[in-house]
């Protein structure tokens, strides 16, 4: 049982560049979210998944995309790279989005925009 | 607005001491309150949830506690152990929209 999975680990990524940045989980879990977190500030909320084929906006979406074909994955991408997009990334996971469900989260993606 | 603010911003103690840290919170309507124990380079790991009715929690050498009347939660840590070295992250969820505000966090380093 690997839980929630990131790849890749790092990436390093020039201005105008895409990427997509992967999410497995295997806990069955209907919701899925991609974070991000910067020095000195908490974690926002990207995009987000209720289930399979659906996404929603979070916090900051903007130059960010997702897709969720399959209920295990749930794919992050960007389209034209900024150096603003330097962040970790997490993926998360939870049975639910209501109540005291607890997330869980991925190890995260390191992506550096030059 | 909706806020989570953490203090310390960073505390170093030696190895089996005690410590506390706090979250204050501004967010409304309040659903339940989370703290995360994240190592670094690794994602975070929920140490306890509370919701409204619950005062003390506690998970092993880490107790919390919620006061939701002045918007308050602390995060005790008993006989610290080198292991205990992360970042606490206090999180809490909106009842109206199920939307989790997070804090930034208190970096914690337990010396020998």
């Known amino acids: 049982n690997a839980g929630v999975t990131q790849t890749p680990k790092f990436r390093v990524l020039k201005t105008g560049q895409s990427m997509t940045l992967l999410c497995a989980q295997d806990?069955?879990?209907?919701?899925m979210y991609w974070y991000r977190q910067d020095p000195g500030m908490g974690l926002r909320l990207i995009h987000y998944s209720v289930g399979e084929g659906t996404t929603a906006k979070g916090e900051v979406p903007d130059g960010y995309n997702v897709s969720r074909l399959k209920k295990q994955n749930f794919l992050l991408g960007l389209e034209s790279a900024a150096p603003s997009q330097t962040s970790v990334y997490f993926c998360?996971?939870?049975?639910?989005?209501?109540?005291?469900?607890?997330?869980?989260f991925g190890p995260g993606t390191r992506l550096t925009v030059t | 607005k909706n806020q989570v603010e953490q203090s310390p911003q960073s505390l170093i103690i030696l190895e089996g001491k005690n410590c506390t840290l706090q979250?204050?919170?501004?967010?409304?309507?309040?659903?339940?309150l989370r703290w995360y124990k994240q190592d670094t380079g690794r994602g975070p790991v929920s140490l306890t949830i509370?919701?409204?009715s619950e005062n003390t929690k506690s998970n092993g050498r880490y107790t919390a506690t919620l006061d939701a009347d002045t918007k308050q939660s602390s995060l005790h840590i008993t006989a610290s152990q080198l292991s205990d070295s992360a970042s606490y992250i206090c999180?809490?969820?909106?009842?109206?929209?199920?939307?989790?505000?997070w804090g930034a966090g208190t970096k914690l380093i337990i010396k020998p």
């Open positions: 998360a996971s939870s049975r639910s989005g209501t109540d005291v469900y607890e997330q869980y």
């Open positions: 999180v809490v969820r909106r009842a109206s929209n199920y939307q989790l505000i």
């Open positions: 509370m919701t409204f």
């Open positions: 979250c204050n919170y501004t967010v409304s309507p309040f659903s339940n």
């Open positions: 806990m069955n879990h209907e919701y």
